[in-house]
Structure formats: C-alpha cells, structure tokens
C-alpha cells in the first residue's frame, strides 16, 4: 500500500503595515481645573482622549448600570404614578418632578458620549465661540426701500 504524504501548509504572514503615527496626545496636569476656554484641536483631543477611558472604564461601566437600574424605577413610577417600594400614589406634580430626574439621568449617561462624537472628529475645523447676539450675518436694512407692511 502506497505511503500517503501529506504536505503542510505554509502558515504566511504578511508584515505588518505600520501603523499611522498620530501625533501624541497633549498631556494636562489632572491635578488643576481644565481650562475650558482652551478650544485648541491639540486640547480638544486630549479630552476626547480622557472621555474614551472614562467610556472604557470598569468605573464608568457599574455608575452605567446603576443609572440604568434608576432611569427603568422612574419609568414605572411615572408610568404607574405610584412609589414602586411603598405603592403610595403619586401627584402630577410628584411625577413631573421624576420626568426631570429621569431626562437629567439620560442626559448624563449620553454626555461623554456626545463630547467624544462632537471633539473626537480629526481634521475638522472646530468653531470659534461667537460672540455676537444677533448672528453675526445680519442683513443692513435700507429704510428707504421697506415697504409700508415690513
């Protein structure tokens, strides 16, 4: 009986691409206050760095279950209009005051999120604060040319 032979493959690996070196992230001193009104591409990164690890964070995982557990107790109590551990009824009032914890909750589970999708973008210009109340792009109006009914 003839032998069998059976050939290996060869596993290949291609090299590696080298990776796109960013530059390094702008290192701030946690110790101070941020300086908000630095709106600097190199500082708006650096945040959007610090808000990623917050994001992955085992911390921020257990406050986002907790928040979660919270936000789904208000919801039946609004829903029921009733304390979910005594049964006690609940007012209007009682219940627009839970609609406000339960909006204030939601906007604090979603804001790192919002900060890192609003900075976390390269390349694109971040805008200035304008300072102007109307707009900066009033029209000058000509009061010999408005008519009787503007």
Known sequence: ????????A?????????AVENEPVKVLD????????????????SYTFYLKELVNSA??????QVLEGNLSILE?????KKQVLTGAALSNEDVDKLRDQHEILTELMQ?????????????EPIPS???????GD???????TMSDST
């Not at 804001?111 to 390349?123: M, T």
């Not at 009033?138 to 010999?144: D, I, L, M, Q």
Request: proline share 8%; aromatic share 8%.
């Open 1 to 8: 009986m003839p032998k069998k032979t059976t050939t290996k």
């Open 10 to 18: 060869k596993k290949v690996t291609k090299k590696r691409e080298k």
């Open 30 to 45: 946690l110790h101070k206050p941020f300086d908000l009104t630095d709106v600097s591409r190199e500082t708006l990164e």
């Open 59 to 64: 911390g921020w995982k257990l406050m986002s």
């Open 76 to 80: 039946r109590q609004i829903i029921t």
């Open 111 to 123: 804001k790192p999120h919002e900060l890192i999708a609003k900075y976390g973008k390269p390349g």
């Open 129 to 135: 604060p304008d300072y102007d109340p109307y707009g």
């Open 138 to 144: 009033r029209k000058t109006v000509n009061a010999a």
